[in-house]
Nanobody, 130 residues
Framework: EVQLVESGGGLVQAGGSLRLSCAAS????????IGWFRQAPGKEREGVSC????????YYAGSVKGRFTISIDNARNTVYLQMNSLKPEDTAVYYC???????????????????????WGDGTLVTVSS
């Protein structure tokens, strides 16, 4: 059974940092696009950052470039999102998603539909106070 389990969310002051983890089980990181998405109350889910498990290619949304860094540990089947210089507008539930085929990285990460990913985690809440 495929599972994606997010952790690392919490409450942080503006300007602070958090590191999210997405631990995957039930499949190996051979050729997947895995990424982080977020959904704030009343807003659409948006792609934050994605990474290819095969070649390390990455995508970042413009709103997080220079502040967030995505990384992957293939041995641990885990994807991380280091979030620095957090802003109140980063407050959201952060979800991890995975789709088979790294070629889908950009399409899946920019899709407004949940159908862009094959699997989803249950999410972790990030709250940034001003």
């Amino acid at each position: 059974e495929v599972q994606l389990v997010e952790s690392g969310g919490g409450l942080v002051q503006a300007g602070g940092s958090l590191r999210l983890s997405c631990a995957a089980s039930g499949f190996t990181f051979d050729d997947w696009a895995i990424g982080w998405f977020r959904q704030a109350p009343g807003k659409e889910r948006e792609g934050v950052s994605c990474i290819s498990s095969s070649n390390g290619s990455t995508y970042y949304a413009g709103s997080v470039k220079g502040r967030f860094t995505i990384s992957i540990d293939n041995a641990r089947n885990t994807v991380y999102l280091q979030m620095n210089s957090l802003k109140p507008e980063d407050t959201a539930v952060y979800y991890c998603g995975a789709v088979y085929g790294s070629s889908w990285l950009f399409t899946a990460c920019t899709s407004k539909s949940e159908d862009g990913m094959d699997y989803w985690g249950d999410g972790t809440l990030v709250t940034v106070s001003s």
